[in-house]
């Protein structure tokens, strides 16, 4: 036997354990054709301020964009960024305000701490306010209005195809082989992670990527399986220690040219800088998805937001069982509280605890922040202009009689509840509706009242967000529309004017009825499951439709913790003539 020939075969010997699992990998499934020319609806923006609401980063900084342009989602077999619609963000097409032709929401800037100068993604208000329908292949999209988004799904997905990519050295390899190869778009601020290597270690990668994609093994093939089980356990966040002596192993047995050596040693340099990067972010993420993995899936148009942001300020660990429904924004210039119990009236704490739940960063100590004050402010001041969307005519003209007779109705059972903007705060024994929401945040914090507990701890964050950004307190006082903060925690639900209610299904707060129509029913009588994903418009009984469709990928059961279809019974006594008179009055709201 040749010296190469014994090389080679203690180069198998090394990596055979990896190669019994690793199967030659599928590459990646193309990205959906792009979808078809949507239409805007009349929220009264400006196209220059829909730009500014969806697209203008915040601070909440994912990742790098270059990570979901090279890494695998192995549910959908897509790329993340090709994936993104699967999870309920909407499509955008590539322009000078989008770059990488992100969904809407998805932003890109260079954060001031990237050491490489790289665009990361920053999700902003518009990625879950926005919301998209489609009615018989017209595709219309409304700023501010309520997505059907399933961020949790989307946090999971990284974390278990990141667990599966790194079982497999050879996914490993061709993740590195895309992530080293991809060039920043044209008009992009950043760089990619391939500006840190050369030519020369982008064309050896390649060479080891078709090697593992061929059929017939050769000698590259194995040493490609090898050089994949040194990057996966250089990226492997439990292998800090023996990763020198692998990589020094690896360079030892493989017999390849003298250059080579000096590529591979730089590539594993640039890698260990990648798995620092990516552990710091991971970091940031593991409170949100410790709580996310004990918790029930909340489903598309769903979340906890309080949950999650006391898990990732406070570090509770503990279930996310209060879902909401992700509400529309129109017309809260008029609010003096937020959120379905009223529980704030403040805008700029509200959102730095978002952005911090999102992936960004504040550390009093270091008086260091990723937020962006004055784009949340930019963005702030668009939600404020917003109003709510006429009824569409692609759905066809509201029948006028059903309306005036609806009218009649709405005036009788609803508008004492629903006459003005705030409305008022209804207590839980007179709404009956599902508690969880307005109990999760009575619920103690370190020894205090949660929105005492909160109260401090986001002005501690706020004062570190303004005081890295050199604002003023004027200028802090400007944009605090309501006066000095203040938390409450209420155990009550706020009812609002039912402004563009035709376009906020599923309904209550939790998102426990999927239309108008069955909302008017008696609750024995309101669907006990249902399908949500697909974006198909119901204009009769005004809602999505809930059918099982090619795109419904979850099935919304009313058993689960915080899911309850009960309350709410006000006009459940109609006939139906007179409840089909009411959702007709509904849809001219």
């Known amino acids: 036997m040749n010296l190469r020939s014994l090389r080679v075969g203690m180069l198998a010997l090394v990596v055979s354990v990896g190669l019994q699992a690793c199967d ?27 730009t500014i609401w969806r697209y203008t980063p915040e601070g909440s900084d994912l990742a790098p964009v270059d990570i979901l342009r090279a890494m695998k989602d192995f549910e959908t077999g897509r790329l993340y960024v090709d994936a993104l619609d699967y999870y309920g963000f909407i499509p955008s097409p590539a322009s000078a305000a989008n770059p ?37 292949g017209q595709a219309m999209v409304i700023d ?22 790194l079982e497999n050295p050879v996914e490993v390899l061709l993740f590195v082989h895309r992530l080293l190869n991809l060039e920043p778009p044209e ?11 050369d030519g020369g270690v982008k064309e050896l990668l390649r060479t080891y990527a078709e090697a593992v994609q061929n059929d017939t093994p050769e000698p590259e093939d194995v040493v490609a399986h090898a050089l994949g089980e040194v990057l996966s356990k250089l990226l492997d966040d439990a292998s800090d220690g023996p990763v020198a002596e692998l990589a020094s192993g690896l360079l030892q047995v493989v017999e390849v040219a003298e250059d080579a050596h000096a590529k591979i040693e730089h590539l594993l340099t640039v890698v260990r800088d990648i798995k620092a990067l990516l552990k710091n972010r991971l970091q940031l993420a593991k409170r949100a998805l410790t709580a996310l993995e004990i918790s029930q899936p909340p ?48 805008v700029m704490q509200r959102d730095i605890a978002q952005a911090v739940a999102l992936g960004g960063f504040v550390d009093p100590e270091t008086e260091q922040s990723s937020l962006l004050p004055r784009a949340l402010w930019k963005l702030e001041e668009v939600m404020r202009t917003l109003e709510s969307p006429a009824w569409p ?57 949660f929105h005492q507990a909160l109260a401090q701890e986001v002005e501690t964050l706020e004062n570190t967000v303004y005081q890295q950004a050199n604002i003023s307190q004027e200028e802090i006082e400007q944009h605090e529309y309501n006066g000095p903060p203040v938390w409450r925690g209420t155990g009550e639900y706020q009812s609002r004017l039912l402004s563009g209610i035709w376009s906020t299904a ?9 239309t108008l129509y069955d909302l008017l029913l008696p609750v024995d009588q309101r669907p006990a499951t249902f399908q949500l994903g697909s974006r198909e418009y119901d204009p009769v009984k005004v809602g999505y439709v809930t059918e099982k469709a090619e795109d419904s990928r979850f099935t919304y059961d009313i058993t689960t913790h915080g899911g309850a279809n009960t309350g709410h019974e006000y006009g459940v006594d109609l006939d139906d003539e007179e409840r089909w008179a009411l959702v007709e009055y509904l849809k001219t709201l």
């Open 24 to 50: 030659r990998p599928e590459p990646p499934e193309p990205p959906p054709p792009p979808p078809g020319p949507s239409v805007d609806l009349d929220v009264g923006l400006t196209p220059e301020q829909s």
């Open 100 to 136: 990488y032709g992100l969904p809407i929401g998805w932003t890109t800037h260079v954060p001031f701490y990237s050491p490489f100068k790289l665009d990361y993604v920053s999700i902003n208000c518009a990625a879950c306010h926005t919301a998209g329908i489609e009615y018989q």
């Open 144 to 165: 501010g209005g309520s997505n059907m988004a399933d961020i949790e799904a989307l946090a999971l997905s990284i974390q278990a195809s990141a667990v599966k990519m």
């Open 187 to 197: 008009g992009s601020e950043g760089k990619g992670f391939g500006a840190r290597v």
């Open 299 to 346: 489903g598309p148009g769903r979340d906890d937001p309080w949950g999650i942001i006391r898990n990732v300020l406070f570090g509770s660990g503990t279930e996310l069982d209060a879902p909401t429904s992700i509400p529309a924004l129109y017309d809260s210039r008029f609010f003096d509280w937020y959120h379905a119990d009223g529980n704030t009236n403040s």
């Open 393 to 449: 005519e692609q759905f066809g003209e509201p029948d006028t009689d059903k309306v005036a007779r609806g009218k009649a109705l709405f005036d009788q059972h609803c508008l004492s509840c629903h006459q003005s903007h705030d409305g008022q705060l209804m207590p839980l024994a007179e709404i009956g509706t599902d508690p969880n929401r307005a109990e999760s945040f009575l619920r103690p914090q370190d020894g205090l009242p």
């Open 506 to 514: 599923p309904y209550l707060h939790n998102g426990s009825v999927p």
